[in-house]
């Protein structure tokens, strides 16, 4: 089928509630996708941030097939192996005690909240001006930007307060609190890193006031930001943390961790989910997170971070972040400079008017970054 074919079935066979750009990818590899006319592109999109071993990394592709031909679905009434190795590889990895697994970011948000509550017995939320948390309605009242939440009120709405801003939080804070959850790179709002100073304030705060501390590490999570979660780079250990998009190699997959004080704060009953930790997706996370550390994925993205963040420096552009989650302000509008990318061959990704996010796959190599890179000074 035609470009034009699927865009006239799909507005009518799927609800508008997403605005696409005009490809319709047929297969990946790597860091590169074809469309169905057989054409290639860059990929710095990564299925936002999802395919951080690449497109059909071998070893996911292969730990899939196998799987298929075992057991796909049995639901959470029965034990499976992949799930309990998985479990215990978040652990190892992560430093947290205890695992909910789940199917999506904001599944993993909805499951923190829960917990939240069971292990406090508060309802108050600290949040930041920039949040995304996601779009279910707990979730989005924990998101900043008021266009997500107005349709939807009334929520159980965040207290919002400045990103990075110290003083602010500990007005926010009170004994009544139960909850701070942050991003330690905020992604949405254009890939914003919390300063270290900031996070270990935050876990002081919460300590004070008897609130939990959540990280919603959903991007940042599996090498993204150059270390494993991107806590690492405060050394600081939340309550709880929510992981997603990297987990399952491109398969959808969430998971809430929780550390040994709050972990039994959730009985038989209190959650659950049919399809969460299914084996054939803790196969896909457990070939993913093989691929990553076998192939020193984590050291790549800082060192590929930090040659973009040096390309980039070249062009009039101001950029940042942390590993291979980058944002670059510039001073033309960011959806024109996605389009005429695209033309150039190149898939980009705009969170602003003025700003482009660029999360390619942890595999991206020094030549397609310089590609990508004089594809933007160009169109600038």
Not at 149 to 176: G, H, I
Request: hydrophobic share 40%; glycine share 8%; net charge negative.
């Amino acid at each position: 089928m035609s470009i034009d074919d699927i865009i006239k079935r799909e507005s009518r066979a799927i609800f508008q509630t997403y605005t696409r750009q005009p490809v319709l990818i047929a297969r990946g590899s790597g860091a590169r996708v074809w469309d169905q006319d057989g054409r290639e592109y860059i990929d710095f999109v990564a299925g936002i941030a999802v395919n951080n071993v690449g497109h059909c990394h071998p070893r996911v592709v292969e730990a899939i097939k196998r799987q298929c031909e075992l057991l796909i679905h049995t639901s959470n009434l029965y034990y499976t192996e992949n799930q309990v190795r998985l479990a215990e590889e978040l652990k190892s990895l992560s430093g947290m005690d205890k695992v909910f697994f789940c199917n999506s970011g904001t599944e993993s948000v909805e499951a923190a909240l829960k917990l939240t509550r069971r292990a406090t017995g508060r309802i108050e939320i600290v949040a930041a001006t920039g949040s995304f948390h996601g779009r279910t309605l707990g979730a989005l009242g924990l998101t900043y930007k008021q266009s997500y939440r107005e349709p939807f009120r009334p929520l159980n709405e965040a207290t919002f307060v400045p990103y990075n801003d110290l003083e602010a939080l500990k007005s926010a804070v009170t004994k009544e609190t139960a909850a701070v959850i942050l991003e330690p790179v905020q992604g949405e709002a254009g890939v914003y890193p919390a300063s270290n100073e900031y996070l270990r304030a935050a876990r002081e705060i919460c300590d004070d006031r008897g609130a939990l501390l959540i990280f919603d590490e959903v991007q940042t999570g599996f090498g993204r930001t150059g270390r494993w979660f991107a806590k690492e780079h405060s050394g600081v250990m939340p309550d709880i943390m929510t992981l997603a998009k990297a987990i399952a190699g491109g398969l959808p997959m969430g998971a809430m961790l929780s550390n040994e004080n709050i972990s039994g704060c959730f009985q038989r009953g209190d959650h659950a989910s049919t399809f969460g930790g299914g084996p054939l997706v803790c196969a896909a996370a457990l070939a993913s997170i093989s691929a990553i550390r076998d192939e020193n994925l984590v050291r790549r993205s800082e060192e590929m971070g930090s040659y973009l963040l040096r390309e980039l420096s070249r062009l009039p552009v101001s950029a940042r972040g942390l590993g291979l989650m980058v944002g670059v302000d510039i001073d033309k509008d960011a959806r024109a400079v996605v389009d005429a990318a695209r033309a150039d061959g190149v898939l980009l990704n705009s969170t602003g008017e003025h700003t482009l996010r660029l999360v390619p796959p942890l595999v991206v190599t020094k030549e397609e970054i310089d590609r990508v890179v004089d594809v933007i000074g160009e169109r600038l």
